[in-house]
T-cell receptor, first 111, second 112 residues
Framework: QQPVQSPQAVILREGEDAVINCSSS?????VHWYRQKHGEAPVFLMI?????EQKGHDKISASFNEKKQQSSLYLTASQLSYSGTYFC????????????FGTGTRLQVTL | ETGVTQTPRHLVMGMTNKKSLKCEQH?????MYWYKQSAKKPLELMFV???????ENNSVPSRFSPECPNSSHLFLHLHTLQPEDSALYLC???????????FGPGTRLTVL
């Protein structure tokens, strides 16, 4: 069962913040976040493992709430380069070889 | 050349044609994947190979036939496809000790 992402799309002005959510109806082992720019390959952002954790680099961070079976991706002080489609991929076992991806959240950052 | 490469980048084929997509990774990874990405649909995992052995077939129709001759190369053989098979086909690879998947640029397939 694929995870549900929200919102489906968001438009930000440069410098604004955004939160993208990823929810699953099944117990999660890990959540993987990717960004795909138009016409390019998806690029790995980060992975969060069960146990409840938060990670981040630069101004992009994420949290994983195991109880709620959801993860949130936080983009702060957005830059034009953040534009793209963000996908969460979920794994329900210890191996990440079988990821189920959400439909994506299209983020557009404008001047 | 580094990373994950895919050829061809674009392919147009008729329903009776036979063609193959090629993926090559230069990252020393032992796991390789085929994904299908259709417009407005999530990335769909098709096949997974670990150390050249197929470990996952996500109920993919037999008109798609994968081949993994070694850990660096992955093929997807196509025959008698349908127009609804038109999509971006992405290859990815990962290291067994890592959960990070590295994607190639994809092959944009159009079936007429």
């Amino acid at each position: 069962q694929q995870p549900v992402q929200s919102p489906q799309a968001v438009i930000l002005r440069e410098g604004e913040d955004a939160v993208i959510n990823c929810s699953s109806s099944k117990a999660l082992y890990s959540v993987h976040w990717y960004r795909q720019k138009h016409g390019e390959a998806p690029v790995f952002l980060m992975i969060l493992l069960k146990g409840g954790e938060q990670k981040g680099h630069d101004k992009i961070s994420a949290s994983f709430n195991e109880k709620k079976q959801q993860s949130s991706l936080y983009l702060t002080a957005s830059q034009l380069s953040y534009s793209g489609t963000y996908f969460c991929g979920t794994a329900h076992t210890g191996t990440a070889s079988k990821l189920t991806f959400g439909t994506g959240t299209r983020l557009q950052v404008t001047l | 050349e580094t990373g994950v490469t895919q050829t061809p980048r674009h392919l147009v084929m008729g329903m009776t044609n036979k063609k193959s997509l090629k993926c090559e990774q230069h990252l020393g990874h032992n796991a390789m994947y085929w994904y299908k990405q259709s417009a407005k649909k999530p990335l769909e995992l098709m096949f997974v190979y670990n150390f050249k052995e197929q470990t996952e077939n996500n109920s993919v129709p037999s008109r798609f036939s994968p081949e993994c001759p070694n850990s660096s190369h992955l093929f997807l053989h196509l025959h008698t496809l349908q127009p609804e098979d038109s999509a971006l086909y992405l290859c990815a690879s990962s290291h067994p000790d890592s959960n990070e998947q590295f994607f190639g640029p994809g092959t944009r397939l159009t079936v007429l």
